[in-house]
């Protein structure tokens, strides 16, 4: 199977924030950037694995900044890791000033999808190759990831957590 960058798979959503999606302080609903993010993150697994792909965690999302109503918002996701047949997705959220046109970083997630055939069973994906500075440190502690996400749902053993365990020791 041939290898990808994570630029093969990198998906950019642009939106406004629209007043049926805020919260009564006139900022985006987070149940709303979570379905942005997670419809970006699949499009760039499908990208990365040519496959269907499921949502089967999402490992981490940080609501660092409001974004406020009348926003453009940008979704920016890409492949940082592909394993057998798990990818994680790195996502970044930008957010544009209306007068000067720069964008500053809003929040972070990390999800995980899974590619699938027709009858819903894992199949293998593509190796993930990084080429930025970003993408190598991205690509690295994606597997502690992985094993802390697995230990908390249950599926891993501490104890076979071999990488995240060594991030505590020293
Ligand atoms: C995701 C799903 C296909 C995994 O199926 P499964 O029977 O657990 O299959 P496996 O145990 O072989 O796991 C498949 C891969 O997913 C990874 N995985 C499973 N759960 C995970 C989790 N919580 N975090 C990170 N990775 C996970 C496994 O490590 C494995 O990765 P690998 O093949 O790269 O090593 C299955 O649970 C599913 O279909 N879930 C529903 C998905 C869905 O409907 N999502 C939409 C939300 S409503």
Redesign the pocket.
């Known amino acids: 199977m041939q290898s990808r960058t994570p630029t093969d798979s990198r998906t950019i959503l642009t939106d406004l924030v629209l007043p049926s999606e805020t919260n009564p302080l006139n900022n985006l609903f987070g149940g709303e950037l979570l379905a942005r993010m997670d419809r970006a993150a699949s499009i760039a697994a499908r990208r990365h694995s040519r496959s269907i792909v499921?949502?089967?965690?999402v490992?981490h999302v940080a609501f660092n900044k409001a974004i406020p109503l009348g926003s453009v918002v940008t979704v920016e996701a890409a492949v940082s890791r592909?394993?057998?047949?798990?990818?994680e997705i790195f996502i970044d959220v930008w957010v544009e000033d209306r007068e000067s046109g720069k964008r500053s970083k809003a929040n972070e997630a990390i999800y995980?999808f899974?590619a699938?055939d027709e009858t819903?069973?894992?199949i293998?994906?593509p190796a993930l190759v990084p080429e930025t500075e970003l993408e190598k440190s991205r690509f690295d502690a994606a597997l502690r990831r992985?094993q802390l996400?697995?230990v908390?749902?249950g599926?891993m053993k501490p104890k076979d957590a071999t990488e995240l365990k060594a991030l505590f020791k020293d």
């Open positions: 499921v949502t089967a965690s490992n592909a394993f057998k047949s798990s990818m995980t899974v699938v819903g069973s894992p293998n994906v992985k996400s697995l908390l749902a599926k």
